[in-house]
Nanobody, 129 residues
Framework: QVQLVESGGGSVQAGGSLRVSCAVS????????MGWFRQAPGMEREGVAD??????TNYVDSVRGRFTISKDNAKNLFLQMNSLRNKDTAMYYC????????????????????????WGQGTQVTVSS
């Protein structure tokens, strides 16, 4: 069983930066697609960024160039968020699925066969003007 625990959320002013982390425990080898999703109040959960077992990353257009996803040797996951905007306010969730790849944007779009199998409990990010 894989457990994902997010941390690092908080409140920041627009234009500022935050780094959220996802601690991974349980059995997990290197063959995982891992990523970050977010959900604002009253909105659908949306994919933000993912990283495949080989380090290839994908980003949605709204965060490309501002957010950077990474992982360490222990397979913990990180999301560095710069130039934050009010619209980035949301609960941020870490997710994972055992796979040889993320299928481009398939994991972020939760397409059939690429749905995340594991989710964290979320960490809140609030961006104010």
């Amino acid at each position: 069983q894989v457990q994902l625990v997010e941390s690092g959320g908080g409140s920041v002013q627009a234009g500022g930066s935050l780094r959220v982390s996802c601690a991974v425990s349980g059995y997990i080898d290197s063959m995982y697609c891992m990523g970050w999703f977010r959900q604002a109040p009253g909105m659908e959960r949306e994919g933000v960024a993912d990283i495949d077992p080989y380090g290839t990353t994908n980003y949605v257009d709204s965060v490309r160039g501002r957010f950077t996803i990474s992982k360490d040797n222990a397979k913990n996951l990180f999301l560095q968020m710069n130039s934050l905007r009010n619209k980035d306010t949301a609960m941020y969730y870490c997710a994972a699925r055992r796979a040889y790849g993320c299928g481009g944007l398939a994991f972020l779009q939760r397409r059939t066969g690429y749905e995340p199998a594991y989710w964290g409990q979320g960490t809140q990010v609030t961006v104010s003007s």
